[in-house]
């Protein structure tokens, strides 16, 4: 009984993390439901495998954590997560404690939270795929502080970090961790959109060859968009197909998965009344593009969009901006959704510390986020398109946004994610919009009522019966 830490489900990532756990020096006792992955685990751990208790029953598990007892669940998010508490809190002290490290949704991070009363329970989001749990993970923590200090230390140890500052933070109580996880999953489906688009102009658009198109991202990658998913998506353009000798991206069905966490956050959103639409266009971005027949057919039906620009229409320069723009209205909006979900749910979700903690370790890393942090920090209610270093750089940047979605709508190239961005800043910086149309239309057919510009509320138009 002496791990210091208590890891249930061995699946790739629940792997990499006891192997980082072990690697930092403390002690873990591994179970999974099938005794053999777990022997499987333990005999390919190679130099921490003294590090690691293998076992084979929850109870032996158990026996095997020193107290008061911490264990990670690493299961499939959803009911695996109940099933596994319920088997494993019978078995615990009072004082033990259960942290879920799954994507769960955090409406049932709260509701386990509530459930688990004065019994220990966390729920944390770890972000950086494979790599990122077995080399240093972002992890966004929630549940009660005290049970958070307890396991600070492994969670510091094994986390991601920037300069010498670990990326592993503390969000608030009960689902705070999960929700802050579901907005950088949010803000990575919007990233990732954007960045397949401008992909789509270079393709489409410019008839650049991937190799070129993936010199250009890895250009871009040295420079201000200098990112993790600017990177790796360089690294995909240059690929090629073993099999084929093909370039990768040309043996890739065009038809995105998704396994729901995007989605998870902009039905949140619309509850929050949060506007997020770059991050609502890339989740309906990859609903159309399961759609291959009907997209299929519709090319036959309506014949294919023109695509090719003419020549020096758009530069490469141009694109990087247009890139950056939209990025950064992408990221205003899910900081924004952020804000209204702490005032709404009662937390103080801290906004700085959240970009600091996606500055290394998750999918969403990128040099912006510095910049952000300190934006952040200066003003935590303030949309950050409106912070100076921000400000600017839409100032420098928005033209070019409107370049690109302006030659890509003339050539039918679709661009969902940056042209919603680009109508996001749009609407932000005009001050008299449209809505008193819809106003007029509401009180007309449905005595609504509207305010007028010279006073007060309720006023009804002389539509006449
Ligand atoms: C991360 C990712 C990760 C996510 C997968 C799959 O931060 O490491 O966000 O947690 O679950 O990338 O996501 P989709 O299947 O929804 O694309």
Known sequence: ??????????????????????????????????????????????????????????EELVASIAKPRAIILMVPAGQAVDDQIAALRPLLDDD??????????????NRRADAAGDLPFLGIGVSGGEEGARFG???????????????????????????????????????????????????????????????????????????????TFAAWDDGPLKSYLVEISGKVAAATDPKTGKPMLEVIVDAAGQKGTGRWTVIEAQHLAAPIPAI??????????????????????????????????????TLEQALMAGKILCYAQGFDMIVKASESFGWALPLPEIAKVWRAGCIIRSAMLDDM????????????????R???????????????????????LPLPALSSGLAYFDTMRTGRGTANMIQGQRDFFGAHGFARVDGGSGHHGPWGS
């Open 373 to 388: 942090a300190t934006a952040l920090g200066e003003d935590t209610g303030r949309n950050l398109m409106f912070a100076p």
């Open 390 to 412: 921000f400000a600017t750089l839409l100032q420098e940047n928005h033209n070019a946004l409107r370049q690109v979605v302006a030659q890509a709508a003339l050539h039918g």
């Open 137 to 215: 993970p972002s992890i966004m923590g929630g549940g009660k502080r005290a049970y958070w200090d307890r396991v600070s230390d492994v969670l510091n140890a094994i986390a991601a970090k920037h300069d010498d500052t670990a990326c592993a933070t503390w969000m608030g109580e009960g689902g705070a961790g999960h929700f802050v996880k579901a907005v950088h999953n949010g803000i990575e489906y919007a990233d990732m959109q954007m960045i397949a688009e401008v992909y789509g102009i270079m393709r489409d658009g410019m008839d650049m060859a991937p190799a070129a198109i993936g010199e």
């Open 1 to 58: 009984s002496n791990a210091r830490i208590g890891l249930i489900g061995l699946g790739t990532m629940g792997a990499a993390l006891a192997l980082n756990i072990a690697d930092n020096g403390f002690p873990i006792a591994v179970w999974n439901r099938t005794t053999a992955t777990t022997q499987e685990f333990h005999a390919g751990a190679g130099d921490l495998a003294g590090m690691i208790t293998p076992t084979e029953t929850l």
């Open 280 to 317: 609502e266009a890339a989740v309906v971005a990859r609903n159309l593009s399961s759609q291959l027949e009907t997209r299929q057919a519709g090319e036959a039906l309506f014949g294919a969009a023109p695509h090719h620009l003419p020549h020096d229409t758009l530069t490469l320069g």
């Open 96 to 109: 033990d404690l259960i942290i879920d490290a799954g994507n769960a949704n955090f409406h049932d991070t």
